[in-house]
């Protein structure tokens, strides 16, 4: 092509502002590197420390019965958290992809495991975690101010709505905006956690023990009960896999991944042991079960007149886990979209905002819709039994890598001992409940899972159309060279709305999903 011609189609693509699609290209290509270390940090401590320790303590004692098998299932969890995250870290590092599991799973067992991931994920794992953390947040917000009664479910409801949709809006504009926010919230939700376990550590110093003597007295332990404790903490400590979800947007991955991980995941693990101790300083067990909120509870009974505080950083503190689910989950959409396995409009990328705005957008949506039954107790059990089939199927595919896939570079090599011990866990995890108390919600989950194996053979294996064609109505797709292709979604006045540019590839070397570098 020669140089006229060029110039002449850039000029003929150009947005109402004057300015060329193809001068934007640069950046249009790529999800840019805006996370360093203390973001990401952030973002694994304010992801984890969100409605959890507000919400499951409360679980967490009644199916152990006991404070002492309590606090050490807080600390178990930690641990199982902290080495499968060392498992995703050497993932991370390994496949320097964004989507979480999703490019783990398609490494290492093709695209049928990948999909039903993504599939899952986006209609059960995510949307239901964002919910229940949404709902939580409701609840702390509303309950000042309706003192002495349980806040109406129509004010609870349409409170996680209202944050869904800031949310969603915030981290389809920006991502330093998201970003920054989450900064922001992160510090205030330590606050509160350092509020709580200051305070019970000075009344643990007045002598407040009591409640610890004879601390596994009345414990009723067996395996369903350990199970269904595990699924309630797991969840407080959920989102420490959720860096490996913006992985092509950290700052230096091979450092700052890891890092992250020791520093973060640690650290909220000493703030939940902590938090769950301040509480049994003021609280016998039998109380904590009766509290309607256990962290206000804790507040009216420490702070009196200056409770409200607790509420109100609560309310900080869930928003800003919401935040980060929101800010990682989409990254998930935008990489299966990407791949081909969702909606091609949700693999566009904004050309003003360099953010997945059409991934986050349809995620928020489908998320509304879970908040309408309400049942926070029947989420956490219906999302932790899902997550965990592919927590064990991701750590899996690190096993299963080492022997198929030797010539990756791996900058982190655990030792293999920790991910065969992650595996097995997640087995018993997903197994236990089952066995020992089986209930149809499994049954539908795993039903709901294996039903994206239609829509698989469907759209994906025999590449029916139709859905893509309805997504992409309003798409042109316009070559300017050999090297890039650029897809952009006009309105039927031809005002350019989104815009992505990537090389031309086979349905083969797809697989890797990367778009071009800058």
């Known amino acids: 092509m020669g140089e006229g011609s060029l110039r002449k189609r850039k000029e003929q693509y150009k947005t109402e502002d004057g300015q060329s699609i193809r001068s934007q290209e640069p950046q249009a290509t790529n999800l840019q590197k805006q996370v360093g270390l203390i973001s990401g940090i952030c973002m ?5 420390i969100g409605s959890g320790i507000f919400v499951s303590p409360k679980s967490v004692l009644a199916n152990v019965g006991a404070v002492g098998p309590c606090l050490t299932i807080w600390a ?4 199982l ?30 695209p049928i495991p990948a999909f039903l991931f993504s599939w899952s994920s986006l209609l059960v794992i995510k949307p239901s975690s964002f919910a229940i953390i949404c709902l939580s947040f409701a609840e702390y917000a509303s309950a000042p101010f309706y003192p002495g009664c349980d806040p109406p479910p129509a004010v609870i409801k349409c409170l ?71 699924y309630n903490g797991l969840w407080a400590y959920d989102g420490w896999n959720q860096l490996n979800y913006i992985t092509e947007e950290l700052k230096n991955p091979y450092r700052n991944l890891p890092l992250s991980i020791l520093i973060g995941i640690p650290l909220v693990t000493v ?77 566009y990328i904004s050309v003003k905002r360099l ?57 982190i090599k655990i030792p293999i001992v920790i991910p065969v011990i992650v595996t097995l866990i997640s087995i018993l995890l997903v197994l236990a409940p089952i066995i020992t108390a089986p ?64 090389k031309p590839c086979s349905r083969g070397n797809r697989k890797g999903g990367n778009l071009p570098d800058r």
Request: hydrophobic share 50%; glycine share 8%.
């Open 44 to 48: 694994i401590v304010g992801t984890i």
């Open 76 to 79: 178990a969890c930690g641990v």
């Open 81 to 110: 958290a902290t080495i499968g995250a060392l498992c995703f870290a050497e993932l991370g590092t390994t496949i320097t992809k964004s989507g979480g599991e999703y490019p783990y799973l398609l490494e290492a067992f093709g």
């Open 160 to 230: 996680a709505a209202a944050a869904i949709v800031v949310i969603t809006i915030v981290n389809s504009l920006s991502v330093k905006l998201g970003s920054y926010l989450q900064n922001f919230l992160t510090a205030a939700k330590m606050i509160v956690v350092a509020l709580i376990a200051v305070t019970g550590i000075v009344l643990l110093a007045q002598g407040k023990t009591q409640n610890f003597q004879d601390s596994f007295k009345d414990s009723k332990i067996s395996v369903s009960s350990i199970g269904l404790a595990f």
């Open 271 to 347: 703030c939940y042991i902590l938090i769950n101790i301040s509480y049994f300083t003021v609280m016998t067990p039998t109380e904590l079960l009766q509290s309607q909120a256990v962290a206000v509870t804790f507040g009216d009974r420490v702070l009196y007149s200056a409770s409200w505080i607790i509420p109100l950083f609560v309310a900080f503190s869930t928003i800003g886990s919401a935040n980060g689910v929101c800010f990682t989950a989409g990254r998930l959409v935008y990489v299966a979209g990407r791949e081909g396995h969702m909606l091609e409009v949700l693999s």
């Open 355 to 411: 953010t997945p705005a059409p991934a986050i957008m349809f995620y928020g949506a489908i998320t509304i819709i879970y908040i309408i039954p309400g049942d926070i107790n029947a989420l956490i059990n219906y999302f932790s039994f899902a997550v965990w089939i592919f927590y064990g199927l991701s750590v899996l595919a690190l096993i299963v890598m080492r022997f198929t896939r030797k010539e990756l570079k791996r900058p």
């Open 439 to 502: 209930e149809l919600a499994y049954l539908y989950c795993v039903l709901f899972i294996l039903s994206g194996l239609i829509f698989y053979v469907l759209f994906v294996h025999f590449k029916f159309k139709w859905p893509q064609k309805i997504s992409s109505k309003y798409t042109s797709i316009t070559k300017f060279n050999r090297t890039f292709l650029s897809f952009t979604v006009t309105t039927p006045t031809g005002l350019i709305l989104w815009s992505i540019t990537t």
